[in-house]
Structure formats: C-alpha cells, structure tokens
C-alpha cells in the first residue's frame, strides 16, 4: 500500500465516481456544467486566476451569454445569493502578475461591491507561492490537478497548430498546452472543501462550512466516468511558516511510488528537476530487473526565468539518469503539435505507476513544489483488476493524445512490444514525430553554477536564503524522507492512529 495517511497522503477518501480529464477545454466545460448547479458553495483555489477567461470558446474570442469565468460566478451569486461563491488566489509577486496581464488586481476589481468573495493570499514565506488549483461545488463534485483558470491555458486534446479558439482578449492566440485534471464526487470532495476553507482561515478570512441542505451537485453528463466507488488519497506540501508545521506528502508519495514500482514509472511533469526525485529514479535504472522509466516535458520552458533556472537544472537531472542507465530502460519526451512546428507546453503533473497507481495534481518534480510552495495532488491507488484496468485506459488515452492514435492502438502496441518507449517509437514513426527525444541542454559556466546549486528552486523557507548549502541539506532532507518510509514498512501501526483515515489538523 502507497497512500498512508500522515506519510504519503493527508486523507484517504471514497469517491463515488472519478474521472482523470484531458486538457483544459475538457476541464472548463466540466467546470461550468458543475458550478452551474450549485445550490450551497463554490470555492476555488488557484495560483492565478482571470475573470476574462472563457470556458467554451469560440473562434472570434469570445463565447456563449455569460460565459466568461468572471461573469459565470458573478451571476451565481446574484442569482442564487444562498450558494457562497469564493476565490482564492495567491498574491503574486510583480514582475510574474505583469507577465500575466495583472490578473490578480484585474480580478479584484472585477468583483468588487459584487457578492463574490475574492481574496488574494499573501500567506506563505517570502518567494514562495501558493500552487494548490482546486476548485470544489457543493462540498460533492471538486476538481483537483495542474490547471489554472487563466487566459492563455485552455487547449483542446487535438492541440492544433494554429486554434483560434486558443485568442485572448487582447487579440493574440497562445500556443498548445497540456493539462490534467481529476473530477471526484463524493466524501474526498468534501475532503478538499476543508482544504480550501483551511486555506481561507490561513488567509485571514475564515469560510464557513456549508449547510447540510439538499445538494445541487450534478456529475457533469459529457463526462465519462473512470472510476467508481474508489478510494482516493489527498497529498499536500505545505511550507513550515507562520506557526504551521511543514508538510511533505507529495515527495514522499513520489518517492514511495518510485521504490515500490515493478515494471513501469510514468512522469510527465512541468519541471523535472528535483535532485532527490532524480537520485530515487537512478537507483532504480540501476537495477538489472528494475522498471521503465518514461518521462514527458516541454522542450524548452516559455518563460525566461523558467529556461534560465528549471531548465537548466534539468539537464542535469537528465544526465544523471542517462549515466544511471546501464539496462537501457530509460527515455525522456517533448511534445509537438502535429505539423511538427510548435511544441506543447506540459504543465500537467501526473505518474503512472504499474497501472496500480495514478496521481494528478499541482506538484512539479522540483525542490519548490517539495517544501516552498503550497501543493494538492489527488491519487487513485487500484483496489482490484478492474481499477487497475481503469488506470490501464487512462494511460493508454493520455500517450494516445500525443501522437494522434485511438488509446486502442496504443494498448496493442505496449502489450506488443512490453515496453511504453517501444510503443511509442513503433506508433510515432512519422517524419515529423509529436513525441521527440528529451535532450539535456549543454551548459555553459554560469547554467552550471545555476544548476549546481538549484537558484530559483528553493526547498523550504530557511533554503531560500542560503543556496550555497542546498546540496548538502537536500541530502540530509532525502535521508529523513526515506527513514520515514522505511518507518511506514516495518512499523505501519505507527503511522496513523486513525488507520485509514488521518485526523484533519484543527488549522491546516
């Protein structure tokens, strides 16, 4: 078992029905669908948020009567002024709210003398970030994964070249984008509305639970369900700030998936660039009967701070794992659209492991998202064959979408081949492949004191200060996160008094 509450995961919950979704024109529309029949709350965290954004698109850039998010919310609350509309949304720091158009201040104004509660959170140490992207209706249906609800990130699973749907408000389209969000009915979405209403009391502005009245919470009908009666696990990272205690569920998740993998460690993740991550996966390749390990990135980050320090650093951490492969076992991918012209920005943040284990959520594969930031990741952990089976289709649908095959074909050709890169090369054989190699970039002398000492990518609060020692407290770090779950192996009574299910803290 995986998910162990107070260790890897925060809660283990039932959901009566869940759904891993594709990209964000699948997201959106499921969305509004739900928030539409709320009849008690909606709450949504995010780490940015623009009321401009439209949920169904079109082709001139704009939409249906009332269909931009900011809109969309306002008339809820107006109309139904019993449901409690909130948003909650990290206060970022200038020079990242000027890249994104000011959304955090165009947003407050937006709601303004509207009943609308919006509020942007300032409660995490200086440079850090609030990342949790949850959005919950009803305390029945919530959303949990990498997406933002933002101007420039909605894309379908075509991820065409060129989509005029893709327009922002100030006339130019952005590029194609991946994205992965998980859809939970049930007690785990109640779960993750104490999670945002933790958030609010962090913030300063306590939310109330909402009543036990009659729910309006319907399963959106263009989704299809993945899963039912599941268990789910919620893992958190929380810095160690303002009186709270650090929480690190996410590494130790990805650490105790990594260790427990037997034939397949699937990871597709904005930024790869984690040295303990890196450590945990070369352990692996090292073994002669150890798993595969597939990776899936962006080719070269969209931001200029982001190519400076992340990928800098993961060349690195691609070096290190290409040097650890002696079983050849090991293949890292960037996607591309299908004419071969643009490549796909992963934002998405998803591991497969062995068809027993799928986790999306918030958390990149680095020091950041470790111990700095705030992070909410969900996980179905298989119970039985037909869960596993499930899991089984979701990953055969998610490499489909890359390279333009029905999920059908994918299947056959991993059960063909035994291999996840082998299927992918016997598919993606093309002139023009949508799946090409990762390459480390070469780095000069100042990228090597960039991803020497990981700048950009502080571990916790006290790192942040101090890069000079980050290697030597990231390896002190790994060796308490593993005697942790050496701990949770031979002594799993000790774990958690309450057994499947860990006590939510009284504030956070």
């Known amino acids: 078992m995986l998910l162990h509450p107070g260790l890897t995961c925060w809660r283990l919950e039932r959901a009566s029905r869940a759904a891993f979704l594709l990209d964000n024109a699948t997201y959106f529309s499921a969305a509004k669908a739900a928030m539409l029949h709320a009849k008690r709350s909606i709450y949504l965290l995010g780490w940015a948020f623009d009321p401009l954004t439209q949920m169904e698109p079109d082709t001139h850039g704009g939409g249906p009567p009332g269909d931009r998010i900011g809109d969309l919310l306002r008339n809820i609350a107006c109309d139904k002024p019993e449901v409690d509309v909130r948003v909650l949304v990290w206060k970022s720091a200038l020079p990242i709210a000027a890249s994104q158009h000011f959304f955090p201040h165009r947003a407050r104004r937006f709601f303004a003398h509207t009943p609308v509660r919006f509020r942007l959170d300032a409660s995490v140490p200086f440079g850090a970030c609030h990342h949790q992207k949850v959005l919950v209706i009803d305390d029945e249906i919530a959303f949990c994964g990498g997406g933002d609800i933002c101007t420039d990130r909605w894309d379908t699973v075509r991820h065409r070249d060129s989509d005029m749907r893709r327009m922002m408000p100030w006339g130019q389209t952005h590029g194609p984008r991946h994205e992965v969000m998980a859809i939970l009915e049930g007690p785990v979405a109640e779960a993750l509305g104490e999670l945002t209403r933790l958030r609010w009391r962090r913030a300063g502005r306590p939310a109330p639970t909402p009543e036990t009245s009659e729910s309006g919470a319907v399963w959106p009908a263009q989704v299809a369900v993945?899963?039912?009666?599941?268990?789910?696990?919620?893992?958190?990272?929380?810095?160690?700030?303002?009186?709270?205690?650090?929480?690190?569920?996410?590494?130790?998740?990805?650490?105790?998936?990594?260790?427990?993998?037997?034939?397949?460690?699937?990871?597709?993740?904005?930024?790869?660039?984690?040295?303990?991550?890196?450590?945990?996966?070369?352990?692996?390749?090292?073994?002669?009967?150890?798993?595969?390990?597939?990776?899936?990135?962006?080719?070269?980050?969209?931001?200029?701070?982001?190519?400076?320090?992340?990928?800098?650093?993961?060349?690195r951490f691609l070096k290190q794992l290409a040097a650890a492969d002696i079983h050849g076992?090991?293949?890292?991918?960037?996607?591309?659209?299908?004419?071969?012209?643009?490549?796909?920005?992963?934002?998405?943040?998803?591991?497969?492991?062995?068809?027993?284990?799928?986790?999306?959520?918030?958390?990149?594969?680095?020091?950041?998202?470790?111990?700095?930031?705030?992070?909410?990741?969900?996980?179905?952990?298989?119970?039985?064959?037909?869960?596993?089976?499930?899991i089984a289709r979701f990953r055969s649908r998610l490499l489909a979408h890359y390279i333009g095959c029905s999920p059908e074909q994918f299947q056959t050709a991993y059960e063909d081949t035994g291999s996840l890169a082998g299927a992918i090369d016997r598919l993606d054989d093309g002139e023009l492949r949508r799946l090409r190699p990762l390459e480390p970039a070469r780095l000069g002398p100042i990228a090597s004191i960039v991803s020497t000492f990981h700048l950009g990518d502080p571990a916790e609060p006290a790192d942040s200060w101090r890069p000079w020692r980050r290697k030597g407290d990231l390896e002190r770090t790994r060796q308490a996160l593993l005697a942790d779950l050496a701990l949770a192996r031979t002594a799993p009574g000790k774990i958690s008094s309450a057994g499947k299910r860990a006590p939510a803290p009284a504030d956070g």
């Not at 992963?346 to 986790?359: E, F, M, P, T, Y």
């Open 226 to 315: 993945d899963f039912r009666d599941v268990q789910v696990g919620i893992a958190r990272t929380e810095p160690a700030w303002g009186g709270y205690p650090a929480v690190r569920e996410t590494e130790r998740l990805h650490l105790a998936a990594i260790a427990a993998a037997r034939r397949l460690i699937y990871l597709e993740n904005q930024y790869l660039t984690s040295p303990i991550i890196a450590q945990a996966l070369a352990e692996r390749l090292s073994e002669p009967d150890g798993p595969e390990v597939v990776l899936v990135s962006t080719a070269r980050a969209p931001s200029w701070f982001d190519h400076a320090t992340m990928d800098r650093s993961r060349a």
């Open 329 to 390: 076992r090991f293949r890292a991918f960037c996607p591309f659209t299908r004419q071969g012209k643009t490549g796909i920005i992963v934002h998405s943040k998803v591991a497969i492991i062995d068809d027993i284990l799928l986790r999306a959520g918030s958390a990149n594969l680095n020091n950041r998202s470790s111990g700095f930031d705030s992070e909410c990741d969900v996980a179905v952990e298989a119970e039985d064959a037909t869960q596993s089976a499930a």
